[in-house]
Antibody, heavy 115, light 112 residues
Framework: EVQLVESGGGLVQPGGSLRLSCAAS????????MTWVRQAPGKGLEWVAS????????KYVDSVKARFTISRDNAKNSLYLQMDSLSAEDTAVYYC????????WGQGTLVTVSS | DVVMTQSPLSLPVSLGQPASISCRSS???????????LTWFQQRPGQSPRRLIY???NRDSGVPDRFSGSGSGTDFTLKISRVEAEDVGVYYC?????????FGQGTKLEIK
């Protein structure tokens, strides 16, 4: 069974940084693109970033380019999202998802940017 | 960017009645590999999204057969043949053809 468990969310001040992690199990992690999707409170889904199997190709939504960095460690079956220069608009539940086209989802981790 | 437009945004349905959600894309979702990358997700209240349908009409394992997807090119539909109480939630379409991946606004299904 595919399992994706996010961690690292919390309250951070505007301009601050946070690193999200996603622990994957139940599938061969190294053979899948991986993705982060976010959902602001009461709002819809927004794709944030995706990373290729070997980490050599990364895609970002324009609003996070140069601020967020997606990475992975295939030896640890883990996906990461380094988030810098955070603003209130980044407040959301962040979901880890398998595949570039998104098939399985984690339970999400809440990031709140507020002073 | 490919814009995904869903309608209606709110869908009150009586139990046992059919429901239909439309999703239109601003450009064709047909890939050069011949596949059409249109996906439907369900998000029940307080839960993570769950994939229901991929490549227009392929149902995921465990998805009841009352859910069906159809369409082509830029025009797609998710149908529920007989709505049950557990179907309450928000339904999203998503295109997987081009970066950035984009979602529809979501359609909130409620029981009338």
């Amino acid at each position: 069974e595919v399992q994706l468990v996010e961690s690292g969310g919390g309250l951070v001040q505007p301009g601050g940084s946070l690193r999200l992690s996603c622990a994957a199990s139940g599938f061969t992690f190294s053979t899948f693109w991986m993705t982060w999707v976010r959902q602001a409170p009461g709002k819809g889904l927004e794709w944030v970033a995706s990373i290729k199997q070997d980490g050599t190709d990364k895609k970002y939504v324009d609003s996070v380019k140069a601020r967020f960095t997606i990475s992975r460690d295939n030896a640890k079956n883990s996906l990461y999202l380094q988030m810098d220069s955070l603003s209130a608009e980044d407040t959301a539940v962040y979901y880890c998802a398998r595949n570039g086209r998104v098939d399985s989802w984690g339970q999400g981790t809440l990031v709140t940017v507020s002073s | 960017d490919v814009v995904m437009t869903q309608s209606p945004l709110s869908l009150p349905v009586s139990l046992g009645q059919p429901a239909s959600i439309s999703c239109r894309s601003s450009q064709s979702l047909v890939h050069s590999d011949g596949n059409t990358y249109l996906t439907w997700f369900q998000q029940r209240p307080g839960q993570s999204p769950r994939r229901l349908i991929y490549k227009v009409s392929n149902r995921d394992s465990g998805v009841p057969d009352r859910f069906s997807g159809s369409g082509s090119g830029t025009d797609f539909t998710l149908k529920i043949s007989r709505v049950e109480a557990e179907d309450v939630g928000v339904y999203y379409c998503m295109q997987g053809l081009n970066w950035p991946l984009t979602f529809g606004q979501g359609t909130k299904l409620e029981i009338k």
